[in-house]
């Protein structure tokens, strides 16, 4: 299912060179890292040459270790990308871009090309657009969503905008702004308040669950809006819904051919006290959430959910791959709750999970992702 890659910028016999750059300044960092991992792990190194580029949470670029049980979670801690004494740009020019180090009292010093970035950034100031368009405007090829695609994926109010202008459905929610916060505090928890209860309270620009609050009753509201302000001065409330939990992933067709789409999987939460499909649930408790691929629906439901991911990823221009997550009721309605542009690929992620059971190994997958990013023109498209 692969396409052989040929990048523009390869000489003739080289391997396209990609740059893993993960880490970042968002509170999902850790997050990052266990992706790259993953990525690290499962790239055919007979086909590319991999440069593995840390940032830092102080925004540091930096080289740093390919072997990915560096990156891996560790009983002890989380996975961190460390600020070094060598600092790594990227540089571009007509003839193409290169990563150069820098460090104190030495001279700036090319570290080679670079053909295609591949981005596993989440959060803000990776996975929504400001990446993406530093690497626009160096005419950079990337792996994954353009600049309006992941912003808009990345911002819960905006995409559920888009996706009511698409007709797809979504659930009841309230958006709060700093300003309205700083306004009026009780108009805000009034407003929420009538969603009725369980609401889900969520950072408006995050993911991987951080910040994320599911509260039962008003007392706890205040509490977990100011939870979430501390990721993001923009919060989302969500009323609950009683449905199960349907994903889809999604992969760009080639060419002009239309996105791709795996069989869908569900969620299941297993006992051990995970409430909901929370952050120890995804990425640290392994036995915490159960995937069932193909998921256990009628047929023209799995049909319809396939069709509805597929519009989703075209209502918000999506490039390269996504994760669409839906909540199915007990009276047949698919409601969408997000699109991920850049989801996780941790060892129990479901993304790649739903590919392998679709027919497509993990290590085929991140070849296509590439393969479809050296193809794609630069500049506007």
């Known amino acids: 299912m692969s396409i052989d890659p040929v990048s523009p910028d390869a000489a003739a016999g080289e391997r396209p060179r990609v740059a893993v750059l993960f880490g970042g300044r968002s509170s999902e960092h850790a997050v990052s890292c266990v992706t790259a991992a993953g990525v690290l792990e499962a790239i055919d190194r007979t086909k590319y040459d991999v440069v593995p580029v840390g940032i830092a949470r102080n925004g540091q670029w930096s080289l740093v270790s390919a072997d990915p049980a560096s990156w891996s979670l560790r009983s002890e801690s989380l996975p961190e990308v460390a600020p070094g004494a060598e600092s790594i740009v990227l540089s571009a020019d007509s003839t193409g871009s290169e990563l150069v180090a820098h460090s104190e009292g030495a001279l ?87 969603l009725g209860f369980p609401l889900f309270v969520k950072p408006a620009r995050g993911g991987s669950s951080v910040g994320i609050s599911r509260v039962a009753d008003v007392a706890g509201l205040r509490a977990a809006i100011e939870a979430a302000r501390l990721h993001d001065p923009k919060i989302v409330v969500e009323a609950g819904i009683a449905g199960r939990e349907i994903e889809v992933a999604v992969l760009q067709g080639r060419g002009t051919e239309d996105p791709r789409t795996s069989s869908p999987g569900e969620v299941a939460v297993q006992d051990g006290g995970h409430e909901w499909y929370d952050f120890e649930a995804k990425y640290v408790d392994g036995t915490a959430a159960q995937l069932s691929c193909p998921a256990d629906l009628p047929e023209d439901i799995t049909e319809q959910v396939r069709e509805l991911a597929a519009a989703a990823f075209e209502a918000v221009g999506g490039e390269g791959l996504s994760r669409v997550d839906f909540f199915y009721t007990k009276d047949g309605e698919l409601i969408i709750n997000e699109i991920n542009t850049m989801p996780g690929f941790t060892p129990i992620s479901m993304y790649p999970q739903m590919w392998a059971k679709s027919g497509l190994p993990y290590t085929e997958l991140i070849d296509e992702l590439i393969s479809l990013a050296l193809a794609r023109k630069t500049g506007l498209r």
């Open 108 to 194: 700036p010093r090319s570290m080679g090309r670079i053909d295609v970035v591949f981005p596993v950034l989440h959060g803000p100031f990776g996975e929504d657009g400001t990446l993406q368009g530093m690497l626009e405007m160096a005419d950079i090829r990337y792996v994954g969503a353009g600049v309006l695609a992941s912003a808009v994926g990345m911002d819960k109010h905006y995409m559920k905008v888009v996706f009511e202008s698409a007709g797809l459905k979504v659930g009841p929610y309230e958006v709060i702004t700093d300003r309205q916060w700083e306004k009026d505090a009780q108009a805000c928890l009034d407003r929420s308040a009538k």
